[in-house]
């Protein structure tokens, strides 16, 4: 038998998967490359920011204006305007540092496992915290940033066997709390990729890479 983990914050109704956003309003959590234009690290951080109420449905609308003289419109500006596109990919030691200088209310922890096994273990600390994880996958066309909410157990043994993320690449997901899984219930020792992801669309071999997780500031 298997157990399943979701942050409380995040709940499935008929409407979709949906967060209190800062407003206490409960909106829609996933946010899919195009709909605010931009780097999948960056949707990745939007979620996150939804999923622990720090930001407002509205703050991310494509077409608002963040009033640079607060601390919130400085932050979104630059993530949402000045980084929107990254061709190469969103440095995760980059984001942190951006993250904990801003003058916004918010803090980001970045670890980077040696071990694959320690990667996944430090991901589901922080699930069981209640906080979102972001996650880098590098596979053999490129990377790719996802939003981890949850994962997989068995009951017997206590082994992880799936990541449950939220991937700003594929569609909304309507009947469980997420649309992509990472399945490292058997790892590959001999791929330089181990691991499964699959969405709905596709399955193809992945490597973890960094992770961070964000948090509003003590």
């Excluded at 469980?176 to 669309?201: A, F, G, L, Q």
Aim: glycine share 6%; proline share 3%.
């Amino acid at each position: 038998m298997s157990s399943i983990k979701i942050i409380n914050s995040i709940k499935l109704d008929s409407k979709g998967v949906r967060v209190k956003d800062a407003n206490g309003k409960y909106i829609l959590l996933h946010k899919r490359q195009g709909d605010m234009d931009g780097a999948c690290a960056v949707y990745s951080l939007a979620m996150a920011m939804l999923c622990i109420g720090a930001i407002t449905n509205e703050d991310l609308q494509v077409y608002a204006n963040p009033d640079r003289r607060t601390c919130k419109g400085k932050f979104l500006s630059h993530f949402l305007e000045e980084q929107g596109l990254v061709r190469r990919g969103y440095s995760f030691i980059s984001m942190a540092r951006e993250i904990r200088e801003s003058s916004f209310n918010l803090d980001a922890i970045r670890k980077n496992p040696k071990e694959d096994d320690d990667i996944i273990n430090a991901i589901a600390d922080f699930i069981d915290k209640e906080s979102p994880v972001i996650i880098s996958t590098d596979f053999k066309e490129g990377a790719h940033a996802l939003l981890a909410v949850g994962y997989e157990i068995t009951d017997d043994s206590d082994k992880i066997t799936k990541i449950l993320c939220l991937d700003p690449g594929e569609e909304a997901p309507k009947y469980s709390c997420w649309n992509c899984i990472i399945d490292v219930s058997h790892k590959n020792e001999k791929s330089e990729y181990p691991y499964v992801c699959i969405t709905r669309t596709q399955a193809y071999r992945v490597t973890l890479g960094d992770i961070l997780m964000i948090k509003k500031a003590e």
